[in-house]
């Protein structure tokens, strides 16, 4: 029997605690499956009294994640702790300086720093392992670098954070309030320490970064993401989606256009007959267009600390079974000096259909109004909804409008006249449709 690899984790929140407990429950297991034992020699968190319901016999504890990382105690650091720099960033620098192999489910670290990490672990010949920082515990990283060699990625997009899906699931489930349905996915462990990250897109936006290299062999440009998150989302929106064979999903989109490559995080119209339509509660999907393949889907549990736990394992046996003095394949599919600066396309010019929802003041003109901005900006409209509320003394309407394909530039235009005319009540309402399988 080969030597144990030797693992240290700082962090011990929702994941790093289930990581600690099932590598723990299933030693045996692993020790099978990768030829040798995996034993956890130390970890840190910032409080040692606190009961995390897991067994630390036998593991040396470290208040300082960066004076772990340096351990000669250890071949393998797992970073757990979350954010882009700070104690997170300076410990997994450290642990690569000091040669050791690398495991993170930080996707907001590699979003930031990944270009830099990627370098210094490959220029030490060490792994740097991340399958958790992206879709939880879908093997998305793992398909996309090894499995799909040789093809070219057209298109990647899917649903890339479980705290939203899972608030959108149960508004339109459950009729329950965002707030109610944020606080429930806080609760279970889905939710970033700063919610907002999962809210307002960014956490989306991290991993579609990291997607977005591998997919198309770039730089990651996660600055360049064109990003809006859900809070805004109502039960109106939910409810028109629905009456007009929608559902909304906040998705993460990368593909290649004539101006560059598109990275966008939104509230997106899917049909409801789509399969990603079907994709609810805190599950994760992730499409991959490629041209020898086609399209491939993956779906699967995408937060909590089990789900993410079990990419964290599998992270960590890859490096228990890899032997000594192997060449590591590069981190982000193509070695980090090599990857291609990202040339950004124009958001202006994404071409695709909308779902427009206005409240105007209900009085004469204002129909005709809409229709002659939308014309003058060539949005050919595929249908219009309106709802009356004179029965009820109302001086306001609702009109949906959903457009045949056109252009963001285009809206935006006919939206800044609609709104110039006066006959707005307040903000309008705008969701992107995405052609989806
Ligand atoms: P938690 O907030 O539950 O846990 C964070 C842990 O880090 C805690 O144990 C905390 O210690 C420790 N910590 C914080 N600051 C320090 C510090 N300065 N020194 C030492 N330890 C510190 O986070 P999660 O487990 O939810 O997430 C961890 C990482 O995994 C993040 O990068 C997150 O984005 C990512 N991730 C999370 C998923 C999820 O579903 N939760 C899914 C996929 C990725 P203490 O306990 O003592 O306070
Ligand atoms: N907060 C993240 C989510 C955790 O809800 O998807 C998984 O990355």
Redesign the pocket.
């Known amino acids: 029997m080969s030597e144990a690899l030797r693992v240290g984790i700082?962090?011990?929140?929702?994941?790093?605690?289930?990581v600690v407990r099932l590598v723990t429950e299933r030693a045996a297991e692993l020790t099978r499956q990768c030829g040798r034992p995996i034993s956890i020699v130390a970890v840190?968190?910032?409080?040692?009294s606190?009961d995390?319901g897991i067994s630390l016999d036998g593991m040396e504890w470290?208040?300082?994640?960066v004076a772990l990382a340096k351990s000669k105690d250890i071949d393998v650091f797992v970073?757990?702790?979350?954010?882009n720099e700070?104690?997170?960033r300076e410990a997994v620098k450290a642990a690569l300086d000091a040669g050791h192999h690398v495991v993170?489910?930080?996707?907001?670290?590699l979003a930031k720093h990944g270009l830099a990490l990627a370098d210094a672990a490959e220029k030490r010949g060490v792994l740097l392992n991340y399958e958790?920082?992206v879709a939880?515990g879908i093997p998305v990283i793992k398909t996309m670098r090894e499995s799909l060699a040789g093809n070219t990625v057209l298109r990647v997009f899917g649903i890339l954070n479980?705290t939203c899906n899972y608030i959108l699931t149960r508004m339109e489930a459950e009729g329950i309030s965002f707030e109610d349905c944020l606080a429930d996915a806080q609760r279970l462990?889905?939710?970033?320490?700063d919610p907002t990250f999962d809210i307002e897109g960014n956490?989306t936006a991290h991993k579609l970064a990291i997607l977005t290299s591998l997919a198309f062999g770039t730089k990651i440009a996660a600055d360049d993401i064109y990003m809006e998150g859900i809070s805004n989302i109502t039960q109106a929106d939910i409810r028109a989606a629905s009456e007009l064979g929608y559902r909304i999903k906040l998705l993460g989109v990368a593909q290649k256009t004539e101006t560059g490559i598109e990275q966008r995080v939104h509230p997106t119209m899917v049909p409801t007959a789509s399969v990603i339509a079907q994709v609810h509660g805190v599950t994760n999907a992730v499409a991959i267009e490629t041209d020898i393949l086609g399209e491939l889907l993956l779906s699967g549990p995408?937060?909590?600390?089990n789900?993410?736990a079990s990419?964290v394992i599998g992270d960590i046996a890859d490096i228990a079974k890899s032997r000594p003095g192997f060449q590591h394949g590069p981190v982000f599919g193509r070695p980090a000096k090599e990857l291609a600066p990202c040339k950004k396309a124009k958001m202006r010019a994404h071409a695709g259909g909308y779902f427009i929802r206005l409240t105007v003041y209900d009085r004469t003109g204002v129909f005709a109004g809409l229709a002659r901005r939308m014309a003058d900006n060539d949005i050919s409209l595929e249908s219009i909804v309106q709802h009356s509320d004179r029965d009820t003394g109302s001086d306001r309407k609702t009109v949906i409008l959903v457009t045949h394909e056109t252009t963001e530039a285009a809206v935006r235009k006919a939206i800044d006249g609609v709104t110039k005319d006066g006959h707005l009540v307040d903000t309008p309402q705008v969701i992107r449709i995405e052609r989806a399988g």
């Open positions: 700082a962090g011990l929140g929702t994941v790093g605690a289930s840190a968190a910032r409080d040692r606190r995390r470290f208040d300082d994640p970073e757990l702790i979350g954010g700070g104690p997170a993170t489910a930080n996707k907001a670290l958790a920082a939880g479980g462990g889905y939710a970033e320490a956490d995408g937060a909590g600390g789900a993410t990419a």
